[in-house]
């Protein structure tokens, strides 16, 4: 009887073994399921991170460019309307072109002895002059040319005499389609095209 009860006793013991053992195994088989999908997500969320940290760094540096080339415009149209000519001159690259549709100094200037003396013709026979922007837009190129960054600028700038109703292109208040053209050269912004197009004249960069 007492044999019986030890061969039932160790038999128990021997299930509940089997049973503990299995449910280890079968425990430590969730653990690791688990533990791996969860290393998958935090990979999958770190990817997306890295990703949106990137895009991010990109949308700054266009933005910043975007600011950079807006300011750059603005500031060769004050140099315009004040007649500084240095000023006008120093923005461009050694291979800039200028263009001029549509009025009485009409004409493609490219170098930048024709450039100098055209902006020389353009002062001699303006006032000092005020401006009005509209229209005005940056665009950013990647690989614009030769793998250069380039910006395009567009505007509608309305010129206008202050303190005269002259003017030789025909009355205080033109208005011009201007583009502008800047490349990132070595780390410098160069404007290297500009067009002036008098209604209804237009030029290839023109976005409006």
Not at 74 to 95: C, K
Not at 180 to 185: E, G, P
Request: charged share 15%; net charge positive.
């Amino acid at each position: 009887m007492s044999e019986r009860v030890s061969k039932r006793t160790l038999y128990a013991a021997i299930v509940i073994l089997v049973v503990m053992v299995l449910g280890q195994v079968g425990w430590l088989m969730v653990y690791r399921a688990t533990t791996a999908d969860l290393e998958g997500r935090y990979a999958a969320m770190d990817k997306t991170l890295k990703e949106l940290q990137t895009r991010i760094l990109e949308l700054q540096s266009r933005i910043s460019d975007e600011a950079f080339a807006g300011f750059l415009a603005y500031r060769h149209w004050t140099a315009i309307t004040t007649r500084d000519l240095n000023g006008v001159m120093s923005q461009y690259a050694p291979d800039a072109k200028l263009y001029w549709l549509g009025c009485s100094l009409e004409g493609n200037f490219t170098d930048m002895p024709s450039i100098q003396a055209q902006w020389k013709r353009f002062f001699a026979a303006q006032p000092l002059l005020c401006m009005n922007v509209s229209a005005f837009s940056v665009t950013i190129i990647t690989g614009f040319h030769a793998g250069f960054t380039g910006a395009v600028v567009n505007a509608r700038v309305s010129f206008c005499c202050p303190n005269s109703t002259y003017t030789a292109l025909g009355g205080c208040g033109c208005t011009v389609n201007i583009g502008l053209v800047y490349m990132l050269r070595e780390g410098k912004w160069v404007l290297v095209d500009e067009w002036w197009a008098f209604p209804p004249r237009w030029h290839p960069y023109i976005r409006y």
